[in-house]
């Protein structure tokens, strides 16, 4: 059964950083590309940043330059560092995973970026 857990949301004044983690089991993440997305009050789930499994990188434009996705194949993990935090990156921040053809999601965790 596959599983990811988010952590490391909290509140954080504009400026800020914050750095997320996501801890995956039921899954050996050294073969797949890992995600993260986000969804605002009131808005859609958008998506963030990826990371393949040769730990190529993208980012959304309203990222970019600002937030870093990693990953330690070795602790199955996946990371979101993010600086220069503004308000309107506030939203639940979810990690996300395609495996074995199904879509893998954590329960999100909450990022509050105040002005």
């Known amino acids: 059964q596959v599983q990811l857990v988010e952590s490391g949301g909290g509140l954080v004044q504009a400026g800020g950083s914050l750095r997320l983690s996501c801890a995956a089991s039921?899954?050996?993440?050294?073969?797949?590309?890992m995600a993260w997305y986000r969804q605002a009050p009131g808005k859609q789930r958008e998506w963030v940043a990826s990371?393949?499994?040769?730990?190529?990188?993208a980012y959304a434009e309203a990222v970019k330059g600002r937030f870093t996705i990693s990953r330690d194949n070795a602790k199955n993990m996946v990371y979101l560092q993010m600086d220069s935090l503004r308000s309107e990156d506030t939203a639940v921040y979810y990690c996300?995973?395609?495996?074995?053809?199904?879509?893998?999601w954590g329960q999100g965790t909450q990022v509050t970026v105040s002005s």
């Open positions: 990371i393949t499994s040769v730990s190529a990188t």
């Open positions: 039921g899954i050996i993440i050294r073969m797949s590309a």
């Open positions: 996300q995973v395609i495996f074995g053809g199904r879509d893998y």
